[in-house]
Protein backbone atom coordinates (compact mmCIF):
# COMPACT_ATOMS: atom_id res chain seq x y z
CA UNK A 1 0.00 0.00 0.00
CA UNK A 2 2.96 2.45 0.96
CA UNK A 3 4.80 1.16 -2.49
CA UNK A 4 1.66 2.37 -4.12
CA UNK A 5 1.26 5.35 -3.03
CA UNK A 6 4.66 6.72 -3.33
CA UNK A 7 3.74 5.41 -6.72
CA UNK A 8 1.59 7.39 -7.26
CA UNK A 9 3.08 10.37 -5.80
CA UNK A 10 5.80 10.32 -8.10
CA UNK A 11 3.54 10.22 -10.66
CA UNK A 12 1.01 13.02 -10.01
CA UNK A 13 4.95 15.29 -9.20
CA UNK A 14 5.66 14.03 -12.72
CA UNK A 15 2.61 14.99 -14.45
CA UNK A 16 2.72 18.36 -12.41
CA UNK A 17 6.36 18.62 -13.93
CA UNK A 18 5.12 18.37 -17.35
CA UNK A 19 2.30 20.71 -16.59
CA UNK A 20 5.10 22.96 -16.01
CA UNK A 21 7.78 23.38 -17.35
CA UNK A 22 10.96 24.94 -16.32
CA UNK A 23 13.62 27.66 -18.33
CA UNK A 24 17.17 26.33 -19.12
CA UNK A 25 18.37 28.04 -16.24
CA UNK A 26 17.85 25.83 -12.85
CA UNK A 27 18.50 28.93 -10.98
CA UNK A 28 16.31 31.06 -13.22
CA UNK A 29 14.55 33.79 -11.30
CA UNK A 30 10.71 33.54 -10.28
CA UNK A 31 9.72 36.44 -12.76
CA UNK A 32 11.84 34.03 -15.35
CA UNK A 33 9.94 31.04 -14.68
CA UNK A 34 6.61 33.03 -14.84
CA UNK A 35 7.07 34.21 -18.38
CA UNK A 36 8.54 31.50 -19.29
CA UNK A 37 5.37 29.21 -18.25
CA UNK A 38 3.20 32.56 -19.69
CA UNK A 39 4.65 32.24 -22.85
CA UNK A 40 3.94 28.30 -23.12
CA UNK A 41 0.67 29.11 -22.14
CA UNK A 42 0.34 32.09 -24.95
CA UNK A 43 1.63 29.39 -27.71
CA UNK A 44 -1.48 27.16 -27.48
CA UNK A 45 -3.82 30.89 -27.73
CA UNK A 46 -2.64 32.60 -30.74
CA UNK A 47 0.93 34.22 -32.11
CA UNK A 48 2.04 37.01 -30.66
CA UNK A 49 3.09 40.10 -32.80
CA UNK A 50 6.39 41.96 -32.44
CA UNK A 51 8.01 44.64 -33.64
CA UNK A 52 11.89 45.92 -33.22
CA UNK A 53 12.05 49.05 -31.55
CA UNK A 54 8.81 50.16 -31.56
CA UNK A 55 8.65 51.79 -28.30
CA UNK A 56 12.18 53.97 -29.48
CA UNK A 57 11.50 55.36 -32.66
CA UNK A 58 9.03 55.33 -36.10
CA UNK A 59 9.07 56.00 -39.91
CA UNK A 60 8.40 59.68 -39.04
CA UNK A 61 9.64 59.85 -35.14
CA UNK A 62 11.86 59.41 -32.70
CA UNK A 63 11.55 59.07 -29.11
CA UNK A 64 8.23 59.98 -27.94
CA UNK A 65 7.05 58.34 -25.24
CA UNK A 66 4.15 55.83 -25.10
CA UNK A 67 4.36 56.27 -29.05
CA UNK A 68 4.69 53.36 -31.26
CA UNK A 69 3.84 52.89 -35.11
CA UNK A 70 2.30 49.70 -34.48
CA UNK A 71 -0.23 51.60 -32.18
CA UNK A 72 -0.79 54.47 -34.56
CA UNK A 73 -2.29 51.89 -37.20
CA UNK A 74 -4.42 49.73 -34.77
CA UNK A 75 -4.35 51.28 -31.44
CA UNK A 76 -2.61 48.47 -29.60
CA UNK A 77 1.20 47.89 -29.01
CA UNK A 78 2.82 44.80 -30.03
CA UNK A 79 3.05 41.87 -27.22
CA UNK A 80 6.90 41.69 -28.13
CA UNK A 81 9.28 44.04 -28.12
CA UNK A 82 12.54 43.87 -30.07
CA UNK A 83 15.71 45.45 -28.45
CA UNK A 84 19.34 45.72 -30.08
CA UNK A 85 22.23 46.55 -28.30
CA UNK A 86 25.53 46.85 -31.38
CA UNK A 87 28.03 49.02 -29.91
CA UNK A 88 27.25 48.65 -26.22
CA UNK A 89 30.49 46.83 -26.49
CA UNK A 90 32.19 49.59 -27.34
CA UNK A 91 30.92 51.72 -24.06
CA UNK A 92 28.83 54.19 -26.25
CA UNK A 93 25.78 55.59 -25.61
CA UNK A 94 23.95 54.77 -28.38
CA UNK A 95 23.62 51.82 -30.40
CA UNK A 96 24.49 51.07 -34.01
CA UNK A 97 20.86 51.81 -34.69
CA UNK A 98 21.19 55.33 -32.73
CA UNK A 99 19.31 54.58 -30.03
CA UNK A 100 20.66 55.65 -26.44
CA UNK A 101 21.08 52.52 -24.29
CA UNK A 102 19.43 54.93 -21.31
CA UNK A 103 16.01 54.69 -23.51
CA UNK A 104 16.60 50.96 -24.02
CA UNK A 105 16.37 50.27 -20.51
CA UNK A 106 13.32 52.74 -19.97
CA UNK A 107 11.70 50.97 -22.89
CA UNK A 108 12.27 47.68 -21.62
CA UNK A 109 10.92 48.79 -18.37
CA UNK A 110 8.09 50.64 -20.37
CA UNK A 111 7.36 47.46 -22.08
CA UNK A 112 7.51 45.30 -19.07
CA UNK A 113 5.43 47.42 -17.12
CA UNK A 114 2.51 47.68 -19.58
CA UNK A 115 2.81 43.15 -19.27
CA UNK A 116 4.64 43.02 -22.69
CA UNK A 117 7.44 40.79 -23.66
CA UNK A 118 11.11 41.84 -24.49
CA UNK A 119 13.64 40.14 -27.02
CA UNK A 120 17.10 41.40 -26.89
CA UNK A 121 19.43 40.51 -30.39
CA UNK A 122 23.31 41.93 -30.09
CA UNK A 123 25.22 42.76 -33.67
CA UNK A 124 28.04 43.34 -32.17
CA UNK A 125 31.52 44.16 -33.73
CA UNK A 126 34.02 41.47 -34.68
CA UNK A 127 36.21 40.92 -32.00
CA UNK A 128 39.36 39.73 -33.56
CA UNK A 129 39.38 42.04 -36.58
CA UNK A 130 37.38 45.28 -34.91
CA UNK A 131 35.21 45.14 -37.99
CA UNK A 132 31.35 45.18 -38.02
CA UNK A 133 28.81 42.18 -36.95
CA UNK A 134 29.30 42.19 -41.11
CA UNK A 135 32.83 41.56 -41.47
CA UNK A 136 33.41 37.88 -42.36
CA UNK A 137 36.79 38.66 -43.53
CA UNK A 138 38.45 36.05 -41.02
CA UNK A 139 37.73 32.66 -40.17
CA UNK A 140 39.65 33.15 -36.61
CA UNK A 141 37.19 35.38 -35.05
CA UNK A 142 35.10 32.66 -33.12
CA UNK A 143 37.96 30.73 -31.98
CA UNK A 144 40.02 33.52 -30.75
CA UNK A 145 37.33 34.64 -28.20
CA UNK A 146 37.40 30.96 -26.33
CA UNK A 147 39.30 30.45 -23.27
CA UNK A 148 42.76 30.49 -24.53
CA UNK A 149 42.74 32.87 -27.75
CA UNK A 150 44.37 35.74 -28.44
CA UNK A 151 40.88 37.46 -28.22
CA UNK A 152 39.19 36.16 -25.01
CA UNK A 153 40.03 38.82 -22.71
CA UNK A 154 38.78 41.35 -24.77
CA UNK A 155 35.41 39.16 -25.54
CA UNK A 156 35.21 39.29 -21.32
CA UNK A 157 35.19 42.32 -21.84
CA UNK A 158 32.71 42.82 -24.14
CA UNK A 159 30.25 40.69 -21.84
CA UNK A 160 30.95 42.55 -18.90
CA UNK A 161 29.57 45.66 -20.38
CA UNK A 162 26.65 43.64 -21.37
CA UNK A 163 26.19 41.83 -18.19
CA UNK A 164 26.65 45.53 -16.68
CA UNK A 165 23.49 46.55 -18.60
CA UNK A 166 21.52 43.09 -18.38
CA UNK A 167 21.48 43.68 -14.30
CA UNK A 168 20.20 47.50 -15.04
CA UNK A 169 17.16 45.97 -15.78
CA UNK A 170 14.85 46.00 -13.02
CA UNK A 171 11.38 46.99 -12.08
CA UNK A 172 10.53 49.95 -9.99
CA UNK A 173 10.50 47.31 -7.48
CA UNK A 174 13.90 46.63 -7.56
CA UNK A 175 13.11 43.09 -9.36
CA UNK A 176 15.02 41.75 -12.70
CA UNK A 177 13.22 42.06 -15.38
CA UNK A 178 12.99 38.53 -17.63
CA UNK A 179 14.31 39.05 -21.13
CA UNK A 180 14.99 36.89 -23.86
CA UNK A 181 18.42 37.11 -25.28
CA UNK A 182 19.27 36.07 -28.89
CA UNK A 183 23.09 36.50 -29.74
CA UNK A 184 24.81 34.64 -32.61
CA UNK A 185 21.59 34.41 -34.98
CA UNK A 186 21.24 34.06 -38.78
CA UNK A 187 24.68 31.63 -38.48
CA UNK A 188 22.90 29.18 -41.01
CA UNK A 189 23.99 31.47 -43.42
CA UNK A 190 27.35 33.30 -43.61
CA UNK A 191 26.95 37.60 -43.51
CA UNK A 192 27.86 37.82 -39.72
CA UNK A 193 31.21 36.86 -38.27
CA UNK A 194 29.71 34.21 -36.28
CA UNK A 195 28.09 32.42 -39.59
CA UNK A 196 28.34 28.88 -40.99
CA UNK A 197 31.36 28.83 -42.91
CA UNK A 198 33.23 31.36 -40.60
CA UNK A 199 33.65 28.86 -37.82
CA UNK A 200 33.11 25.39 -37.05
CA UNK A 201 30.54 23.79 -35.20
CA UNK A 202 32.57 22.87 -32.39
CA UNK A 203 33.25 26.26 -31.96
CA UNK A 204 29.96 27.75 -32.78
CA UNK A 205 28.79 25.83 -30.04
CA UNK A 206 31.58 26.38 -27.52
CA UNK A 207 30.78 30.07 -27.95
CA UNK A 208 27.87 29.47 -27.04
CA UNK A 209 28.52 27.68 -23.68
CA UNK A 210 30.88 29.91 -22.75
CA UNK A 211 29.16 32.99 -23.12
CA UNK A 212 25.54 31.37 -21.51
CA UNK A 213 28.33 29.89 -18.69
CA UNK A 214 30.39 32.87 -17.78
CA UNK A 215 26.67 35.39 -17.50
CA UNK A 216 25.13 32.65 -15.49
CA UNK A 217 28.05 31.89 -13.43
CA UNK A 218 30.58 34.68 -12.93
CA UNK A 219 27.64 37.36 -13.32
CA UNK A 220 25.14 35.77 -11.76
CA UNK A 221 22.54 36.27 -14.19
CA UNK A 222 19.31 34.73 -14.06
CA UNK A 223 17.25 36.75 -15.93
CA UNK A 224 17.78 35.62 -18.94
CA UNK A 225 16.00 33.51 -21.36
CA UNK A 226 18.13 32.49 -24.57
CA UNK A 227 16.83 31.94 -27.70
CA UNK A 228 18.84 30.28 -30.97
CA UNK A 229 17.73 31.69 -33.92
CA UNK A 230 19.27 30.15 -37.63
CA UNK A 231 18.13 32.10 -40.89
CA UNK A 232 16.39 29.99 -43.62
CA UNK A 233 16.92 25.78 -43.53
CA UNK A 234 15.60 22.84 -44.91
CA UNK A 235 15.56 20.02 -42.42
CA UNK A 236 15.75 19.46 -38.92
CA UNK A 237 19.06 18.42 -39.15
CA UNK A 238 19.78 21.30 -40.58
CA UNK A 239 18.35 23.54 -37.66
CA UNK A 240 20.25 21.51 -35.13
CA UNK A 241 23.49 20.94 -36.42
CA UNK A 242 24.70 23.87 -34.08
CA UNK A 243 22.48 23.82 -31.87
CA UNK A 244 24.05 24.40 -28.56
CA UNK A 245 21.90 22.10 -25.76
CA UNK A 246 18.68 21.90 -24.18
CA UNK A 247 20.85 23.24 -20.80
CA UNK A 248 21.22 26.38 -22.16
CA UNK A 249 18.32 27.37 -24.58
CA UNK A 250 14.69 27.95 -24.33
CA UNK A 251 13.39 29.38 -27.09
CA UNK A 252 14.01 27.32 -31.02
CA UNK A 253 13.57 30.03 -33.80
CA UNK A 254 14.14 31.38 -37.28
CA UNK A 255 14.51 34.53 -38.86
CA UNK A 256 12.72 34.85 -42.54
CA UNK A 257 12.39 37.88 -44.56
CA UNK A 258 10.31 38.20 -47.48
CA UNK A 259 12.56 38.03 -50.83
CA UNK A 260 10.36 36.24 -53.56
CA UNK A 261 8.37 33.90 -54.61
CA UNK A 262 9.61 30.67 -52.50
CA UNK A 263 8.56 32.43 -49.73
CA UNK A 264 5.66 31.08 -48.33
CA UNK A 265 6.71 27.60 -48.48
CA UNK A 266 9.82 28.17 -47.18
CA UNK A 267 8.27 29.80 -44.07
CA UNK A 268 5.74 27.14 -43.85
CA UNK A 269 8.60 24.17 -43.91
CA UNK A 270 10.52 26.14 -41.26
CA UNK A 271 7.72 26.90 -38.96
CA UNK A 272 6.15 23.36 -39.12
CA UNK A 273 9.70 22.13 -38.40
CA UNK A 274 10.28 24.42 -35.54
CA UNK A 275 7.27 24.03 -33.82
CA UNK A 276 7.75 20.40 -34.08
CA UNK A 277 11.03 20.50 -32.17
CA UNK A 278 9.73 22.78 -29.91
CA UNK A 279 6.88 20.95 -28.94
CA UNK A 280 9.55 17.60 -28.95
CA UNK A 281 11.50 19.66 -26.40
CA UNK A 282 9.23 21.58 -24.39
CA UNK A 283 10.45 24.99 -25.23
CA UNK A 284 8.82 27.67 -27.27
CA UNK A 285 9.00 28.36 -30.74
CA UNK A 286 8.86 31.32 -32.40
CA UNK A 287 9.75 33.71 -35.92
CA UNK A 288 12.40 35.80 -34.55
CA UNK A 289 12.55 38.26 -37.57
CA UNK A 290 10.36 38.71 -40.26
CA UNK A 291 9.52 41.30 -42.90
CA UNK A 292 7.92 42.05 -46.88
CA UNK A 293 7.13 44.07 -49.24
CA UNK A 294 4.66 45.44 -47.63
CA UNK A 295 4.22 49.09 -49.61
CA UNK A 296 4.21 47.08 -52.29
CA UNK A 297 1.94 44.11 -51.58
CA UNK A 298 -0.87 45.50 -49.87
CA UNK A 299 -2.19 42.01 -48.87
CA UNK A 300 1.24 40.80 -47.06
CA UNK A 301 0.32 40.62 -43.98
CA UNK A 302 -3.09 38.44 -43.89
CA UNK A 303 -2.32 36.61 -47.01
CA UNK A 304 1.26 36.40 -46.78
CA UNK A 305 2.21 35.67 -43.41
CA UNK A 306 -0.87 34.97 -41.44
CA UNK A 307 -2.04 32.31 -43.59
CA UNK A 308 1.12 30.69 -44.33
CA UNK A 309 1.69 30.58 -40.15
CA UNK A 310 -1.86 30.31 -39.25
CA UNK A 311 -1.11 26.34 -38.72
CA UNK A 312 1.39 26.08 -36.47
CA UNK A 313 2.16 26.55 -32.65
CA UNK A 314 4.14 29.14 -32.31
CA UNK A 315 4.59 31.94 -29.91
CA UNK A 316 5.39 34.80 -31.73
CA UNK A 317 6.32 36.77 -35.08
CA UNK A 318 8.14 40.01 -34.84
CA UNK A 319 9.01 41.94 -38.14
CA UNK A 320 12.00 43.92 -38.16
CA UNK A 321 12.39 47.80 -37.76
CA UNK A 322 10.70 51.27 -38.78
CA UNK A 323 13.70 52.99 -38.98
CA UNK A 324 13.52 56.90 -38.86
CA UNK A 325 16.51 58.33 -40.76
CA UNK A 326 15.64 56.28 -44.13
CA UNK A 327 12.77 56.50 -46.75
CA UNK A 328 9.03 54.97 -45.47
CA UNK A 329 8.94 52.41 -47.51
CA UNK A 330 12.15 50.33 -46.05
CA UNK A 331 10.18 49.50 -42.74
CA UNK A 332 9.17 46.20 -41.84
CA UNK A 333 6.17 47.23 -39.43
CA UNK A 334 3.10 49.25 -40.25
CA UNK A 335 2.91 52.81 -40.08
CA UNK A 336 0.06 55.74 -39.86
CA UNK A 337 -0.33 56.23 -43.73
CA UNK A 338 1.48 53.16 -45.58
CA UNK A 339 0.05 51.36 -48.25
CA UNK A 340 -0.77 47.90 -46.33
CA UNK A 341 -2.19 49.90 -43.53
CA UNK A 342 -5.96 48.38 -44.00
CA UNK A 343 -4.42 45.12 -44.51
CA UNK A 344 -2.78 45.22 -40.59
CA UNK A 345 -5.96 46.07 -39.63
CA UNK A 346 -7.26 42.70 -40.57
CA UNK A 347 -4.36 41.32 -39.08
CA UNK A 348 -4.62 42.85 -35.95
CA UNK A 349 -8.33 41.86 -36.10
CA UNK A 350 -7.79 38.47 -36.63
CA UNK A 351 -8.58 36.06 -33.64
CA UNK A 352 -5.14 34.16 -34.76
CA UNK A 353 -2.96 37.22 -33.78
CA UNK A 354 -2.30 38.15 -30.15
CA UNK A 355 -1.04 42.18 -29.54
CA UNK A 356 -0.23 43.84 -25.79
CA UNK A 357 -3.94 43.74 -24.99
CA UNK A 358 -4.37 39.98 -25.53
CA UNK A 359 -1.69 39.21 -23.45
CA UNK A 360 -2.06 41.35 -19.93
C1 LIG B 1 19.79 45.03 -39.80
C2 LIG B 1 19.44 46.40 -40.37
C3 LIG B 1 20.50 47.35 -39.91
C4 LIG B 1 20.61 47.31 -38.38
C5 LIG B 1 20.79 45.89 -37.88
C6 LIG B 1 20.80 45.80 -36.37
O1 LIG B 1 18.95 44.04 -40.27
O2 LIG B 1 18.18 46.82 -39.91
O3 LIG B 1 20.18 48.65 -40.34
O4 LIG B 1 21.69 48.10 -37.95
O5 LIG B 1 19.77 45.09 -38.39
O6 LIG B 1 19.60 46.19 -35.80
Not at 158 to 183: N, Q
Not at 344 to 357: A, C, G, Q, V
Request: net charge neutral; hydrophobic share 35%.
Amino acid sequence: MKKLLSILLIISSMATFAAKPLPSDPKATPEAVKLYQKMLNLQDKGLMFGHQDAFAYGTSWYSTEGRSDVNDVCGDHPAIFGWELGHLELGDKYSLDSVFFDNIRKGIQNANQLGGINTISWHFRNVLTGGTAWDVTSKKTVASMLPGGEKHQLYIQYLDKLATFMLSLKTEKGKFIPVFFRPFHEHTGSWFWWGKNLCTVDEYKALWRFTVTYLRETKNIHHLLYAYSTDRFNTTEEYLERYPGDDLIDMVAFDLYDRGPDYPATLGNCANLVSKIAAEKGKIAAVSEAGGPISKNTEWWTKTLLETLRPYKLSYVLVWRNPFNQPAHVAFGPYKGCPSEKDFIKFYNDPKTLFLKDIR
